[in-house]
Nanobody
Framework: QVQLVESGGGLVQPGESLTLSCAAS????????MGWYRQSPGKQRELVAT???????VYADAVKGRFIISRNSAKNMTYLQMNSLKPEDTAVYYC???????????????WGQGTQVTVSS
């Protein structure tokens, strides 16, 4: 079982920056993918960005050029640097991982509890 703890959310003004952190703990063989999703009121949860074990990244079109995802595999942590924030970025941001518990085992998924990001003047 993997536990995820997010931090770094808050209230910022449009144009400002914020960095989210996510720490994964628990018994794993490898974390293959780490990422971030977000959900706004009345909307479905959507992909923001992911980073694979080889540092391959995927970004949603809405955040390309503004957000940067990174990871520290030694510490099982991932970060989301959010620049030039817009009101439409307001959402609860969820950390997400795909991991393998034992060598050659099946992949499993885990979600964090979420952290609120509010962009408002």
């Amino acid at each position: 079982q993997v536990q995820l703890v997010e931090s770094g959310g808050g209230l910022v003004q449009p144009g400002e920056s914020l960095t989210l952190s996510c720490a994964a703990s628990g018994s794993v063989f490898v974390i293959a993918v780490m990422g971030w999703y977000r959900q706004s009121p009345g909307k479905q949860r959507e992909l923001v960005a992911t980073i694979a074990s080889g540092d391959t990244t995927v970004y949603a079109d809405a955040v390309k050029g503004r957000f940067i995802i990174s990871r520290n595999s030694a510490k099982n942590m991932t970060y989301l640097q959010m620049n030039s924030l817009k009101p439409e970025d307001t959402a609860v941001y969820y950390c997400y991982v795909v991991y393998v518990r034992v060598l050659a085992g099946p992949p499993s998924r885990a979600w964090g509890q979420g952290t609120q990001v509010t962009v408002s003047s």
